[in-house]
């Protein structure tokens, strides 16, 4: 190889490092990777000829070496352009590996504050001539007020005249159809009756009830939502019962307190 050939292929290199910069600024921005092995895949036999010619041909050292920096211009933008397309679209292969469901339900809304609101509270009472106790439960209506399926996990504590729910605390899971309302119970508690020695015709109930739900749509992932509340009834149940089958309308006061919705 002689001095004019070197001196070639000298100046083609440093021409195609030169272009290979503006092709890198040029493929910050990552595009189709099939068009990465394009341009690519295209360079290759320009520059394996430029390399041939620059050692083989017989023209005029002059024009040779014009030639090969114009080709080199040509070829370092085009050929680090398409490989830089090709890491950029790898690279970015890589970085997005979150799995689809994860991606879907972190789209999903989730409830609105005061989604879940309570009607109402009252006592539900069972008397039986032939049995000196009362069976008394916490009976709190809840409703669902937004569109879609809600799922909760609740747990509730509580004690009527002073006597607990067999636990201090009762865990369980549901879920709450589109504006329906639905109810969350207590444990049954015994009351013991008056005895007949009192001459009383009224069992005097206080009950407290205290509830929290973390709750969230059933598409979500995890629970977003929290309602709480404390609930105090008072009631009296009179205990003369009437023929089977009569119903008896008895007035009770129901008071909230300790509210919080998050």
């Given at each position: 190889?002689?001095?004019?050939?070197?001196?070639?292929?000298?100046?083609?290199?440093?021409?195609?490092?030169?272009?290979?910069?503006?092709?890198?600024?040029?493929?910050?921005?990552?595009?189709?990777?099939?068009?990465?092995?394009?341009?690519?895949?295209?360079?290759?036999?320009?520059?394996?000829?430029?390399?041939?010619?620059?050692?083989?041909?017989?023209?005029?050292?002059?024009?040779?070496?014009?030639?090969?920096?114009?080709?080199?211009?040509?070829?370092?933008?085009?050929?680090?352009?398409?490989?830089?397309?090709?890491?950029?679209?790898?690279?970015?292969?890589?970085?997005?590996?979150?799995?689809?469901?994860?991606?879907?339900?972190?789209?999903?809304?989730?409830?609105?504050?005061?989604?879940?609101?309570?009607?109402?509270?009252?006592?539900?009472?069972?008397?039986?001539?032939?049995?000196?106790?009362?069976?008394?439960?916490?009976?709190?209506?809840?409703?669902?007020?937004s569109d879609e399926l809600i799922q909760f996990h609740a747990i509730t504590a509580g004690n009527?005249?002073?006597?607990?729910?067999?636990?201090?605390?009762?865990?369980?899971?549901?879920?709450?159809?589109?504006?329906?309302?639905?109810?969350?119970?207590?444990?049954?508690?015994?009351?013991?009756?008056?005895?007949?020695?009192?001459?009383?015709?009224?069992?005097?109930?206080?009950?407290?009830?205290?509830?929290?739900?973390?709750?969230?749509?059933?598409?979500?992932?995890?629970?977003?939502?929290?309602?709480?509340?404390?609930?105090?009834?008072?009631?009296?149940?009179?205990?003369?019962?009437?023929?089977?089958?009569?119903?008896?309308?008895?007035?009770?006061?129901?008071?909230?307190?300790?509210?919080?919705?998050?």
């Open positions: 190889m002689d001095d004019n050939t070197g001196w070639s292929l000298l100046c083609c290199l440093a021409v195609l490092v030169a272009g290979s910069l503006a092709g890198w600024a040029l493929a910050m921005t990552p595009q189709q990777y099939a068009r990465g092995w394009v341009f690519l895949l295209s360079t290759l036999p320009l520059l394996g000829w430029l390399i041939l010619w620059s050692i083989m041909g017989n023209s005029n050292d002059h024009w040779r070496r014009l030639l090969s920096a114009g080709v080199g211009i040509v070829i370092g933008p085009v050929f680090v352009y398409g490989l830089s397309e090709i890491v950029a679209y790898k690279s970015k292969s890589r970085i997005n590996t979150t799995p689809a469901s994860h991606v879907i339900a972190a789209v999903v809304e989730s409830p609105k504050i005061g989604s879940i609101r309570m009607i109402q509270s009252n006592l539900q009472v069972k008397l039986s001539v032939s049995k000196s106790d009362a069976e008394v439960q916490v009976q709190a209506e809840l409703i669902n007020d009527i005249n002073g006597v607990w729910f067999n636990v201090n605390k009762v865990e369980f899971d549901g879920y709450a159809y589109p504006h329906q309302p639905f109810y969350l119970l207590s444990n049954k508690v015994e009351i013991r009756k008056p005895s007949k020695e009192n001459n009383q015709d009224y069992l005097k109930l206080v009950a407290v009830y205290e509830y929290t739900l973390h709750y969230k749509f059933a598409a979500e992932v995890a629970f977003s939502r929290i309602t709480q509340r404390g609930i105090k009834v008072e009631q009296e149940v009179y205990l003369k019962l009437g023929k089977r089958g009569t119903q008896k309308v008895i007035p009770y006061v129901s008071q909230t307190y300790g509210e919080l919705e998050e």
